[in-house]
């Protein structure tokens, strides 16, 4: 009882010290609709979902379209890496259900994506950094720019060789892993030389470094981003733990109370639940 009582007045004093966290949805809303759909994307945006992450590949004419893997074999009814295939061709495969059925979907561009988002919801650009400047150039013609979050673990000096002045023009997120050895001179280079929109805070569990990084991202006022998917991403405090276990208080309850800014999970609508009962989210 004294546990669960600490905990709540941890959450009580969040509502008066921190704005409204942003629930991101990993790859949609896959429970429900293909990964990285179309259908998926529409279904966020009627839960109230602030933010939904996507994964990127090109085609072998050039186009982005909406695939994590390497291949597409386990997400559609296709064979071999998007890259082998122009866009005509893969549009031919029929995206696979999470039960491995055959849908009526296929895979969809980033063109088709930018037009659905547009004034609705945000997107997180996980796995893309490397098709940056392309994605750049399609977020201009389609006046989107504030509403997408690209991200990678590269650090300062590699990304703003790459990318130059782009940089300045887009929400940038370093993805860190805070547990292991050169995560603050990692985050001081970023804090040097621009303001990102955030810091993505992965840790297998949460030692005295994982505790103090926090603490300095909390004490320089910077957002903080943390993966609630699995164990391994946030300590132990994750969406299982949560919903399997029960343990609300425990998994995003704690999450919060590091001070997060945004949590990315696959329990999306559960998230969004349980933070408006603490009024943490509209």
Same mark, same amino acid.
């Given at each position: ?42 279904s ?37 890496k ?22 009526? @979907? +296929?895979?969809?561009?980033l063109?088709?994506?930018?037009? $659905?988002? /547009?004034? =609705?919801? *945000?997107?997180? &650009? ?29 650090? @300062? +000096? ?8 782009? $940089?300045? /023009?887009? =929400?940038? *997120?370093?993805? &860190? ?42 004490? /320089? ?20 733990r ?14 919060i ?21 603490h009024?943490?989210?509209?």
């Amino acid at each position: 009882m004294k546990h669960l009582f600490i905990s709540l007045f941890c959450l009580f004093i969040c509502v008066f010290i921190q704005a409204q966290i942003k629930v991101i949805a990993h790859r949609g809303d896959w429970r429900n609709e293909p990964e990285n759909s179309l259908p998926a994307i529409k279904s966020c945006i009627g839960m109230g979902v602030d933010m939904v992450e996507i994964d990127l590949k090109r085609t072998k004419d050039g186009h982005l379209v909406l695939m994590h893997d390497w291949t597409i074999d386990r997400t559609s009814t296709g064979k071999g890496k998007p890259e082998e295939y122009d866009l005509s061709e893969l549009s031919q495969f029929r995206l696979k259900s999470g039960v491995g059925h055959a849908t009526m @979907y +296929s895979i969809p561009t980033l063109d088709e994506v930018l037009p $659905l988002i /547009k004034g =609705k919801i *945000m997107v997180n &650009i996980d796995k893309g950094y490397d098709y940056f400047a392309q994605v750049y150039e399609l977020l201009q013609k389609a006046k989107i720019t504030s509403q997408v979050v690209i991200k990678t673990r590269l650090p @300062y +000096s590699k990304v703003k060789e790459e990318n130059g002045d782009i $940089l300045t /023009k887009v =929400k940038f *997120m370093p993805i &860190i892993n805070i547990d292991e050895e050169g995560a603050t001179e990692f985050i001081q280079s970023y804090l040097s030389n621009m303001s990102p929109y955030a810091f993505e805070c992965d840790f297998k569990i949460a030692t005295p470094q994982v505790l103090s990084i926090f603490k300095l991202l909390r004490e /320089k006022k910077q957002r903080i981003w943390i993966n609630s998917l699995w164990p391994e991403l946030c300590g132990g405090h994750d969406d299982e733990r949560a919903v399997g276990l029960g343990e609300k208080e425990e998994s995003w309850g704690w999450i919060i109370r590091q001070g997060a800014s945004f949590i990315q999970t696959d329990r999306p609508a559960l998230l969004i639940e349980f933070l408006k009962k603490h009024g943490l989210h509209k």
